[in-house]
């Protein structure tokens, strides 16, 4: 059972939000079976309820089910991350609003702590103003989920999601300790967060098949036998609470960055390549900055097309080191294109080009070179004023001439995207218009 506690700790989630996001733009798309694709409209990437409902799985290749869009039964649309990201940063300053302290799980995921703003007795009724404060201000379906500690919040929030009679908002501290038990008897244990497929195998063959009977497990013998994390999970069971709102955030800092797409066409020239590369360099610096970090070594790899075996095949990597750690977009540019120009093979249809920044180091403590001659003042003053430009007036509105951006029509390395809605919430030419008849 889940002993009495004055810690409330909410998590909410939005419901198929990219799904979610399409419909407040485009209402006719309300009940239809809708599906979200990833880049490139590879794989599909969100599911409505309704294309839940026909099977659909997550992650599947689009090919798959192109039989259902001829016979009517399916829609579908390319990823539009910047809608995404604009609703979700909308979503988390309403949220914020609920509670003095907020933790950003994901793009669409967030915890509370509710613990001083209300009692056990207000659980329901203050996750229903929640969740209908969302609907009111930003039309997004969210489900809320309360309990005395995040593992016990985010299974609320799951049992929420699954089971309608709760209308989308279930807290533990509203059952009595008979019901708690009744619920987490029916759930498996692999739904325990933190608790995927290969350890959820190890517990079953112990006999621990359950989320009742993992939280009746002795903490010590599973540390013993897995990890210090997963005997804390099992206290956060029980109902003590032993992740802070804080660790998720601090653990946010990245050892290594990563950008790397498959091209929308085909590949062939040095040129269109080092025009990628300096892109991806470009938002990866970008996400380097905002963590506050510098990186040692610039990582470049090409290849081509593995599946289409009856054309030359290539592949190759560089690693180019830094004489001093930095977070300039135009040093690391440039250590990328020289990578570039050392690994590239003219006669090779290319269809990927990648960077990864590593040996990540806080900006604030990384050593500097007596004899450079590099200006880090200037360096950082630069960057940081591009990066605010970018963030106020939009992507790209400052960029480093490299990536190309001026000629974004013959970027035919860009990402199909053949489906995208539009940017309604942060591009003046495209913002809804409602007409009056």
Request: glycine share 6%; with cysteine; net charge positive.
């Amino acid at each position: 059972m889940i002993f009495p506690t004055k810690k409330a700790i909410a998590l909410i989630d939005g419901n198929n939000f990219y799904v979610s996001c399409e419909r407040v733009f485009n209402p006719s798309l309300e009940n239809k079976s809708l599906v979200i694709l990833s880049n490139n409209d590879g794989c599909i990437v969100s599911r409505s309820q309704e294309a839940k409902d026909l099977g659909i799985g997550m992650g599947i290749p689009f090919f798959k089910v192109k039989p259902l869009i001829a016979k009517n039964q399916l829609q579908w649309l390319s990823s539009n991350y910047t809608l995404y990201g604009d609703m979700s940063a909308r979503m988390m300053a309403t949220l914020a609003e609920f509670a003095p302290e907020q933790e950003i799980y994901s793009i669409d995921e967030c915890f509370l702590n509710l613990s001083e703003v209300i009692s056990p007795d207000e659980q329901i009724p203050y996750g229903k103003k929640i969740r209908a404060r969302v609907q009111q201000y930003l039309g997004l379906p969210t489900c809320v989920g309360i309990g005395p500690s995040k593992t016990l919040a985010k299974l609320a929030n799951h049992i929420a999601k699954k089971n309608h009679q709760f209308a989308g908002v279930f807290a533990w501290a509203s059952l009595p300790f008979t019901e708690q038990i009744d619920w987490l008897q029916k759930i498996a244990v692999t739904e325990v967060w933190g608790v995927g497929r290969k350890i959820g195998a190890s517990l079953e063959k112990m006999g621990i098949q359950t989320v009742y009977d993992l939280q009746q497990a002795d903490s010590e013998m599973i540390r013993r036998r897995f990890s210090v994390v997963m005997a804390r999970t099992v206290n956060e069971l029980k109902g003590i609470s032993c992740i802070a709102m804080t660790d998720i955030v601090d653990t946010e800092r990245k050892q290594q960055i990563i950008s790397s797409k498959s091209f929308g066409s085909p590949v062939r020239e040095l040129l269109h390549l080092q025009e990628a590369a300096a892109s991806y360099v470009s938002r990866a610096a970008e996400k380097l900055r905002l963590q506050n970090s510098v990186c040692h070594y610039v990582t470049v790899f090409i290849h081509t097309n593995p599946f289409k075996s009856q054309e030359p095949q290539y592949r190759n990597q560089i690693t180019v080191p830094l004489s001093i750690a930095s977070a300039d977009s135009r040093r690391l540019i440039k250590a990328a294109l020289f990578g570039l120009q050392q690994i590239y093979r003219a006669d090779f249809t290319y269809k990927k080009v990648g960077i990864i920044l590593s040996d990540l180091r806080d900006a604030a403590h990384h050593q500097n070179d007596l004899f450079t001659q590099i200006d880090e003042t200037k360096s950082h003053q630069v960057m940081q004023t591009m990066d605010l430009l970018n963030q106020r007036f939009g992507a790209n509105t400052l960029a480093i001439a490299g990536t190309g951006i001026m000629a974004a029509g013959n970027q035919h390395w860009r990402m199909r995207a053949n489906h995208k809605s539009q940017r309604f919430t942060t591009c003046w030419q495209e913002i809804p218009i409602a007409r009056a008849s």
